[in-house]
Structures are given as structure tokens and as C-alpha cells.
């Protein structure tokens, strides 16, 4: 009878420099032992440490995935403290499939480096992977450690850099642990009153004025501060005050448009009715789509007739006081190679399920304003779906989702709103609200504009629209910058459970990855999901992209898509720049350029199309 071959968990040198160390941890035979092997007993039974230095055993296929995070380590004799980067390379066992493989690696991941186990030594850390590995992950094959020191520091920063941010300090007398809420929302929370604040609201509920009283009340700010800030925004020409002086609007900059304040839409001809309306939610998307549109001319309808619900009634001269409900409009039309556009901005403060009511009823009015509207785009800003292990997968700040159909998944849908989520034993149950348009027109244009993009290698179309609407804005002056923001902003976060993050490194192409165009947002086809049980959270957000394919999370559009097809528009997509990794509005600083991104995108896609016949 031959001899029985034991598998067990193997720890083995590979290779040490002056500043780091690579091991290898594989599950392997061990047909026979050496002096240069420890074999451990006991609870640790099924470990072998192999003090013999190999390289990778004669195996040299790549690893097919990889996570980088850092550590700060602290000295003993000196207490300052050095910068470690560890990088973990994973190959799997060939029973699991590759779609699976992510997962494995993150759950893994989250598990080795929960903020209450964390291993504060180097011995802890190995021991831990080993551990892991011989016990709960018996899919991977092999793991190889990289541990690089990087530079020396005089201590570790005091708070994290924003919110939800993990360091890992390891050393004596007792390592501390810097936390913060992943959840950044600011509930219950005092709002500074800034001029940057003021501009901000006013953005947010532009073409609805707000009044002094409402900002003041609904912050709890001093009406005197606020008239004053008014003052100064208005000196500067960024707002205007209506119905003389009690409430204020945004005041649009654009020099190369003429803004007509209007009772009603004038009757237009034929030939210069819009057949593609595009729809914005925030200020600086309108502001980009328009910078995409040429001969165009803006007009806004202001609701100042009507009583106010905090008036008496027939008081015709008060602003109405809800903005949630607010029926101004502004539409920019022009035009976008052979097209006819209409571009809007839906009046909504946050993401209330109110906002969100009233924006369906705009985009009714839209709709029913321009007749012969045939396809809409809803473009601006949502978070990306990071993929912390495949670059060909990966969403990037900067990059573009169009909406599209998941190619792996049975259910073929492009936009779906997550109603409710919630646990069940080890899996997750969510309750859907899927929707497609009726017709594929412009995702079949998104995804020939993605093919030629990666085939050719040549730059993209849309890139020069990027470069021509960054020149108009700043010509324009502005008040925003869309200027891309310092590729080091963008950080990559991994929910470990709880509320706490940990920063890992972006993934690294392989050799066969299709590489990105340098300053060239890269698009993404896959479905663009919402819903706030789900943006709130890192794991249920992870869960559902898995479930659903989808690669976005934005703010709460079923409410517009619904009109869209209760008005029987049989062509729509949503084109979203990637702002955050939730749901596009907590990184102010990439939202601009996002929403440039996205207007870039969207005139490559309304290029593409046919010109039409029936003017």
C-alpha cells in the first residue's frame, strides 16, 4: 500500500531585500519533512513552516487577483512610525469559478484585517493567513504576502482624512486604532452658514427660488446673516433676487446664451422642436450638458403666481414656500450635431422621497411641453461600483456608466430601484424594481462607441467634447472648476465590516487588460441601480452590484423613469459620471468634472445617431 499524502497549509520564503519580504502560503502535499521544516501540532496541526528559501515551487503562472493596503508600524527604541504597504496575490483552486473569485478574495480580506482581530505583529499576521486559510477558505490554492516598508513618519495623522477612514497602527504599548462613521450623511447635524453653503442650496433647488425665511428656518440660521450673504453672492452675480428681494435664484453665467424669463414656453416652428430632451438633477450637470450645446438659448419659467401654503389665501405675489413641490422650469435648447436638444434641470433639494415625486411631475411637464421628443437622457453623476481585484472591471472616479443591460445576467434590465433589502441566514433578499426602455437604440450606441474606443486605440471622440467643453466653461469664467481633480484624490475604500473602512490600492492591469487612454474617462455598459437602504450601506451595496451586474448607484430616478414610460418614450438611458464610490454626491470636488464626463459621452452618443427626417 502506497503511503497516504497529506495536504497541509505551507508557509515558505520566497525572496527578502533591503526594505521588504515576499512569502508564499499554499496548500500543498508534504511528502516528506526536513530539518529546514517545522510541522506544528496541536490546535496548529496541518501548518508547515518551510524555512527553505524556493522560488514559487516551479510555479509561475500569475496571480489572478491582487489587494494592496498599508499599515503604520511603530518602533519600540524610537516610537516613530514607518509606512508598510502588504500586498496579498491570490490563485484559487480550479473547482471555483471565476466570477466567484472576487468575493472569496474580499471576504477573505475583511476578515484578516477586522479592525477587533488585526494581528499587531508579524508572527500574528502570517499566522492568521494560515489559519484562514487551512479553515474557512479551502478554494485558495495559494496566497503570496508582500510586505514593503515605505517611508518613515513622525507619527500617524491625528483624524482620519474623511470620513470612514481605518488606520491599522501596529506596535506597543497599546496600538491605536483611528475610526470614523462610514455613514456621512449629516442628519441631526448643524449647518455652518457659509457663502459656499448658500450657493449650494440654491443650486440644488435652481429654476425654484428659495426665500430669506425658508434658508434661515430650515437651517437655523440668523435671516439678518443670510440676507447678507445674499448680498455679496448677488454683488458677484451668482444669484438674483425675484419678487423684490424676498426670495433668490441662481443667476446662470453662460456668455454665449441668451436667458429669456418667460409666463409660458412661446410657440416654436417645426423645424426647431427638440426630438432629444436631456435631463440634469444637479447644477454643475446642467451647466456641462450646455457647454455640449450650440445656438443655444435658455428659458425659465419662474412659479411667483399662486398662494403660498403659509399665506393667506389670494396673496398672489408670494413665491410659493415648497421647493420639493416647486413648479419652475428651465429649459436650454440648441443644438447637438443634427439634433434638436432640450436640456432641464429637475428643482429638487436631497434625495427625499418627495424630491423625487416632484421630479416624475417634471419630467411629465417636459414631456408634455415638447411633444416630439422621441428619446431622453437622463446624464449627470452617481458612485461607482470599485472592483478592488480586476482592473478590466474596475470603475474609477472619472470614468462613465452608460446604462445597459447586465450580458451575465438572466433578468435584462438597465435602471433598478432597490425597494427594500434585508437578510436572510447568509444570503440577502432584495425587493426590485427593474426597468428597460422599449427600444436599445442608444445602449447600442454607447456599447459600438466603447468597442471602437478599445479596438482602435486611438483616442476616443468623446475626449475631444471633454477638452472643447473644459475650454468653453473656462473661457466663460465659470464659477465652478471641471477641471479633472489630482488623480492621488481618488481613494479606494473597503467596508470590513461595522463601519469601518480600510484604504486599499487601486487593481493593476495585466498584460492582457485593455489599458486606459491617459485623461480619458473609460465607459462602463452595465445596469445603474438606487435606492437608500442600499447606497447607505457597503455591504449591501456590494451584495446587490453582484446580484444585479449593476456598476452605479445614483441618486432616486424611478420616479423620472416612470414618467419617461408612462409618456410612452420608448428610447432612454442614464449616463452617469463617476463622482464617489455611494451614490455620486459625497466627493463635491469630482463632481463638476464628473458631470463633464458624462455630458462628453452623451454628445459621442447623440453623434452617433441618425439624423432625423421628420423636420
Not at 427600444?439 to 468623446?462: C, F, H, M, R, V
Request: glycine share 6%; with cysteine.
Amino acid at each position: 500500500m502506497p503511503e497516504t499524502v497529506t495536504e497541509h497549509v505551507v508557509m515558505t520564503p520566497k525572496c527578502k531585500t533591503e526594505n521588504s519580504t515576499t512569502l508564499i502560503i499554499e496548500r500543498r502535499a508534504v511528502e516528506k519533512t526536513s530539518d529546514k521544516m517545522h510541522v506544528a501540532g496541536g490546535d496548529h496541526t496541518g501548518i508547515v513552516i518551510n524555512k527553505e528559501t524556493v522560488v514559487e515551487n516551479g510555479d509561475a503562472s500569475p496571480a489572478q487577483l491582487s489587494l494592496e493596503f498599508r499599515v503604520f508600524l511603530v518602533s519600540t527604541q524610537t516610537g516613530k512610525h514607518k509606512q508598510e504597504a502588504r500586498t496579498l496575490r491570490f490563485w484559487f483552486k480550479p473547482s471555483l469559478l471565476e466570477s466567484e473569485q472576487p468575493s472569496v478574495a474580499q471576504e477573505f480580506f475583511r476578515e484578516l484585517v477586522s479592525p477587533q482581530e488585526f494581528p499587531r505583529d508579524y508572527v500574528g499576521f502570517i499566522k492568521k493567513i494560515m489559519k484562514l486559510m487551512q479553515h474557512r477558505y479551502e478554494s485558495l490554492k495559494k496566497i503570496e504576502i508582500e510586505l514593503k516598508q515605505l517611508d518613515d513618519v513622525e507619527e500617524p495623522p491625528n483624524r482620519p482624512p474623511r470620513p470612514g477612514y481605518l488606520y491599522i497602527i501596529i506596535g506597543p504599548p497599546s496600538p491605536t486604532t483611528l475610526q470614523a462613521s462610514a455613514d456621512d450623511n449629516n442628519e441631526g447635524q448643524i449647518v455652518e452658514l457659509t457663502l459656499e453653503k448658500v450657493l449650494e442650496l440654491l443650486e440644488s433647488a435652481y429654476p425654484n427660488p428659495i426665500t430669506i425665511q425658508d434658508l434661515a428656518n430650515d437651517n437655523n440660521w440668523d435671516e439678518t446673516e443670510v440676507t447678507n450673504i445674499l448680498a455679496e453672492l448677488t454683488s458677484r452675480g451668482l444669484v438674483k433676487s425675484l419678487e423684490n428681494g424676498i426670495a433668490f435664484t441662481r443667476a446662470q453665467q453662460e456668455a454665449d446664451q441668451a436667458v429669456t424669463i418667460v409666463k409660458q414656453m412661446p410657440t416654436m416652428a417645426s423645424g426647431k422642436q427638440p426630438t432629444i430632451a436631456i435631463i440634469t438633477a444637479q447644477y454643475c450637470e446642467k451647466v456641462a450638458v450646455d457647454a455640449m450645446i450650440e445656438n443655444k438659448e435658455t428659458f425659465v419659467r419662474y412659479t411667483t403666481v399662486g398662494s403660498s401654503p403659509n399665506s393667506p389665501d389670494g396673496d398672489t405675489n408670494t413665491i410659493r414656500r415648497t421647493r420639493y413641490f416647486g413648479e419652475s422650469n428651465v429649459y436650454t435648447l440648441g443644438n447637438i450635431g443634427a439634433h434638436r436638444v432640450v436640456s432641464t434641470k429637475l428643482p429638487t433639494v436631497g434625495h427625499s422621497r418627495e424630491a423625487m415625486i416632484a421630479a416624475g411631475n417634471t419630467t411629465t411637464r417636459l414631456l408634455g411641453t415638447f411633444q416630439r421628443v422621441d428619446f431622453v437622457l437622463l446624464v449627470g453623476v452617481a458612485g461607482g461600483v470599485p472592483h478592488y481585484t480586476d482592473y478590466s472591471k474596475h470603475v474609477r472616479l472619472g470614468d462613465v456608466v452608460v446604462s445597459a443591460a447586465s450580458e451575465n445576467k438572466d433578468k435584462k434590465y438597465v435602471y433598478v430601484y432597490c425597494n427594500n433589502a434585508r437578510k436572510a441566514e447568509n444570503n440577502y433578499e432584495f425587493e426590485l424594481k427593474p426597468y428597460s426602455p422599449a427600444s436599445d437604440i442608444l445602449q447600442t450606441l454607447a456599447k459600438q462607441l466603447k468597442l471602437a474606443s478599445e479596438e482602435n486605440g486611438a483616442p476616443p471622440p468623446w475626449l475631444d467634447y471633454l477638452s472643447d467643453g473644459l475650454q468653453k466653461l473656462q473661457a466663460n469664467n465659470a464659477e465652478t472648476d471641471f477641471k479633472a481633480p489630482p488623480v492621488e484624490s481618488d481613494k479606494l475604500y473597503m467596508s470590513i465590516g461595522e463601519r469601518d473602512l480600510i484604504e486599499v490600492a487601486h487593481p493593476v492591469p495585466s498584460d492582457s487588460s485593455v489599458k486606459r487612454y491617459e485623461g480619458c474617462p473609460r465607459i462602463h455598459l452595465a445596469p445603474i441601480a438606487s435606492g437608500r437602504k442600499i447606497t447607505r450601506d457597503d455591504q449591501l451595496r456590494q451584495h446587490f452590484s453582484v446580484k444585479t451586474g449593476a456598476l452605479a448607484f445614483d441618486g432616486e430616478f424611478d420616479t423620472v423613469i416612470e414618467s419617461i414610460l408612462g409618456n410612452c418614450r420608448d428610447n432612454f438611458v442614464c449616463i452617469r459620471g463617476i463622482a464617489d464610490y455611494k451614490d455620486g454626491s459625497r466627493r463635491k470636488e469630482w463632481q463638476p468634472y464628473a458631470s463633464l464626463a458624462a455630458a462628453s459621452v452623451m454628445k459621442a452618443i447623440i453623434c452617433g445617431m441618425d439624423a432625423p427626417t421628420n423636420v
